[in-house]
């Protein structure tokens, strides 16, 4: 187990790559920041040159693949980090320089067990693009078949889980200093966010998930997921059908392709809400580098290694939440927000819906392009803080992806009104999902499941409560501490750690001016 000094040395020692870039200065600033972390906040930044305007995202860059990752799933969260950093973190880019190929060949041979020449006729030595976690090598296969080949970056895996084990202990010790660091949940956060990685960290996993959109996509047209080659995919190397088209990005050369971008965007955002409300199952990665259009103009993604997942009862508030915004009735969102115990139930039902009100009104019937979205996302993080709902992690790559989608979308056409584009579909699956008929049907089915599990159930509760006669139940065993065994005490002191800080701060601005640290 690590040693919470070394967690200490590691933090101090990122705090001060993020004060050279100005980004500890809005956490000093919060008054809602613990007094502990503003005093190692600046411990970190004694002795450095803070730019006036911060860069989060080259702060986060600067410190490494983890950090890049972390700091994208913070883009998400403005109400933890505050609007200026998650802003900004939304620009950082999951780029690095590539590492060289001979270690990527020793990768793929390493993972198959035999040369790359059996695998592949050919494969380019320079990647079409290097990220954190992977790069990727265009190939063509010894059948002939044009393909990317994902490789991970040699021991990505170790250093992840180094940097996760200080992320959680830091978010801990964060959340168990109570008030408004207790209610945004970081430890959850961190949580959700090791998840997302380990799925990224196994490309087997990257390539079911894919498998898996694709047949949930299958009726949607002119939307395409990559083959997988399944012969060819492991934990570490994944390869995959070779996409051909213009990245979604490069709106120019989409308009001199003869593409419909207004189309373009509409169906973007109604294959995102297929994925998300209909098949509760959704690519959460969709940003510009992810997504290209076709020559017939089909829309094929890429990268799945994030994905979200919502159950139906999830699904069914959301579309209820989206389609009462599009529509004003915001007393019956502010019903769901009770029903699905997101806002606590000694609040008011009839506050919360002209708090949802203030928020709401303002963004009905404009284009995006007239929105505020600092003035919104003000609005929106004063009601969770005055009705103390907590964050749900469960919904916070479902954000992450609106907020990808709603800025491709208006990139496409900056005209488009997101609350009209996706009313008819919601209203749609509203009314074919939670109509009369599908009640009714759902009842039957519920009904029908129950009454098949009954005999099973008695069976279960005879095997815990035999008949009287067998032997006797045990008494509880008394608790007794092994003495190689320490009790962690309940309440921590922060001298210890204070203690600890100041000696490693001392030691990181020496090495610093020694130029030891960059």
């Known amino acids: ?98 590492v060289g190929f001979d270690e990527i060949r020793a990768v793929i041979e390493g993972s198959f067990g035999q040369p790359v020449d059996r695998l592949f006729a050919s494969i380019d030595p320079d990647p079409v693009g290097a990220a954190s976690i992977a790069q990727v090598h265009r190939a063509v296969t010894t059948d002939g078949k044009d393909v990317a080949v994902k490789v991970l970056r040699p021991g990505i895996r170790e250093k992840f889980e180094r940097d996760l084990q200080t992320y959680h202990w ?60 399944w012969d060819r995919t492991n934990g570490r190397v994944m390869t995959v059908a070779w996409v051909d088209g213009i990245k979604i990005s490069k709106r120019d050369e989409l308009i001199a392709a003869g593409h419909d971008l207004p189309e373009l965007a509409n169906r973007l955002v109604l294959a995102f809400l297929n994925q998300a409300i209909s098949g509760g199952f959704f690519h959460a990665d969709m940003h510009q580098g992810n997504l290209f259009v076709k020559a017939d103009g089909t829309i094929a993604a890429i990268d799945f290694g994030i994905m979200g997942r919502i159950n139906r009862q999830a699904r069914a508030w959301l579309a209820e939440i989206l389609y009462g915004l599009t529509t004003g009735n915001y007393q019956r969102v502010a019903e769901i927000h009770f029903e699905a115990q997101y806002v606590p139930s000694y609040h008011d039902v009839g506050e919360f819906a002209t708090a949802l009100r203030a928020v709401g009104e303002p963004m009905r019937g404009k284009p995006v392009s ?137 030691a990181i601005i020496g090495a610093s001016w020694m130029g030891w640290i960059g």
């Open 170 to 229: 830091a978010a801990a010790h964060l959340e168990a200093m109570g008030g408004e660091a207790e209610r945004l949940r970081p430890r959850l956060t961190i949580a959700n966010f090791e998840r997302w990685t380990n799925r990224e960290l196994d490309l087997r996993r990257e390539a079911a998930s894919a498998s898996e959109l694709a047949e949930g996509m299958r009726a949607v047209e002119k939307y395409e997921i990559p083959e997988i080659d």
């Open 1 to 98: 187990m690590t040693r919470p000094a070394t967690h200490i040395w590691r933090l101090l020692k990122w705090g001060r790559t993020l004060a050279k870039h100005g980004a500890l200065r809005g956490i000093e600033a919060d008054p809602n920041t613990p007094r502990p972390v503003k005093r190692l906040a600046r411990i970190a930044r004694f002795g450095t040159f803070q730019p006036k305007t911060p860069d989060y995202a080259s702060a986060f860059r600067a410190i490494g693949p983890a950090a890049i990752k972390l700091g994208q799933s913070l883009a998400t969260r403005p109400d933890l980090v505050g609007e200026e950093a998650a802003l900004n973190l939304l620009s950082l880019q999951d780029d690095l320089p590539p």
């Open 370 to 506: 007239e929105l505020s979205v600092g003035q919104m996302l003000d609005g929106l993080f004063a009601i969770t803080r005055d009705f103390d709902m907590q964050t749900q992690p469960h919904l916070l790559l479902l954000q992450k992806t609106m907020v990808m989608v709603e800025g491709i979308a208006t990139q496409l056409n900056p005209e488009i009104n997101m609350w009209d584009t996706s009313a008819p579909y919601v209203r749609s699956w509203i009314r074919d999902e939670l109509g009369p008929e599908a009640a009714i049907a759902d009842r039957i089915k519920e009904d029908t499941d129950t009454f098949l599990r009954l005999p099973a159930l008695i069976r279960r509760i005879e095997d815990r409560f035999p008949p009287k006669g067998g032997a006797p139940e045990q008494a509880p065993l008394p608790d007794v501490p092994l003495m190689w065994e320490k009790r962690v005490p309940k309440r921590r002191s922060w001298l210890g750690y204070a203690f600890a800080a100041a000696a490693g701060a001392g």
